[in-house]
């Protein structure tokens, strides 16, 4: 079984090397001792959200405090490719539910899309709100998951201004149910890419529950986009993006 992990504080992940003592306090230390009930002896990783893992044994805990002997560093390299959810706000927390499963199944960024036929709306400070929680759920899933990376949560576009915001993406897959190409037979674009250039961007773009417009697929098309359906189906806004970013994860390798 895979060690559980806690993310601690960046610098201080960074400077922990091996046979050294690193000291996890706070909330996550809290976690680990009052709710997984972890103790002397157990195996664990700590991680600083951005690649870099530490592996060690825990020798002492407190109410607050988790303390371990650091037995191995791992900088973990992103992947090749690197995924965007583009996840348009929909009502009865699919959209949350989205996010979740996308940061399980190794979703890189995700942003936030208040589209034309989005019945939740963010308006002002609600932005702000939502683009927390939402980080709040990538960090609690990436967690679960026994990431060593949390997925970045980027502040909520509306239709005008994210076809700008993907512009220059490798790839921009629109998820429609009356597209004709299969997503499998898009992807083949990246095959042609001149090695050597850098990560793929690659972005999944998901409709509301009144699906995307003609005008906003449009828009999208116009900066490169390509439409594609995954199957005969049409699939909720909550389980949409997750499964295109399966099919991903299997067409391109990392799986």
Same mark, same amino acid.
């Given at each position: 079984m895979t060690n559980p992990i806690f993310f601690g504080d960046p610098a201080q992940v960074a400077a922990a090397g091996p046979g050294a003592l690193f000291r996890l306090e706070g909330p996550e230390a809290r976690h680990a001792v009052s709710v997984k009930r972890l103790g002397a002896g157990e195996s664990v990783d700590v991680v600083d959200g951005a690649g870099r893992r530490l592996t060690g044994t825990v020798t002492e805990t407190g109410a607050s405090v988790l303390e371990l002997r650091v037995e191995n560093v791992l900088d973990e390299p992103a992947a090749s490719e690197r995924f965007i959810l583009v996840q348009a706000l929909a009502k009865g927390d699919r959209d949350e539910q989205a996010v979740e499963a996308a940061t399980e199944l190794g979703v890189d960024?995700?942003? @936030?899309?208040?589209?034309?036929?989005?019945?939740v709306r963010w308006r002002a400070e609600k932005a702000a709100k939502g683009q927390a929680k939402w980080q709040a759920l990538t960090t609690a899933a990436a967690k679960q998951s026994r990431r060593s990376r949390i997925p970045v949560v980027e502040p909520a576009l509306d239709s005008r201004a994210l076809p700008g915001r993907l512009r220059d993406l490798d790839l921009v897959l629109v998820l429609h149910e009356e597209a004709d190409m299969p997503l499998a037979e898009a992807v083949h674009v990246l095959e042609t890419r001149t090695p050597g250039v850098g990560a793929a961007s690659i972005a999944v773009v998901v409709g509301p529950e009144g699906g995307i417009s003609p005008a906003e697929l449009e828009? &999208?098309?116009?900066? !490169? #986009? /390509?439409? /594609?359906? =995954?199957? @005969?189906? /049409? &699939?909720? $806004?909550?389980?949409? !993006? @997750? $499964? #295109? &970013?399966? /099919? =991903?994860?299997? =067409? =391109?390798?990392?799986?």
């Open positions: 960024a995700v942003i @936030p899309w208040q589209s034309d036929r989005s019945i828009a &999208l098309r116009a900066v !490169g #986009a /390509v439409a /594609v359906r =995954l199957g @005969p189906h /049409v &699939l909720r $806004s909550s389980t949409a !993006g @997750p $499964s #295109a &970013l399966a /099919v =991903l994860n299997q =067409l =391109l390798g990392r799986w």
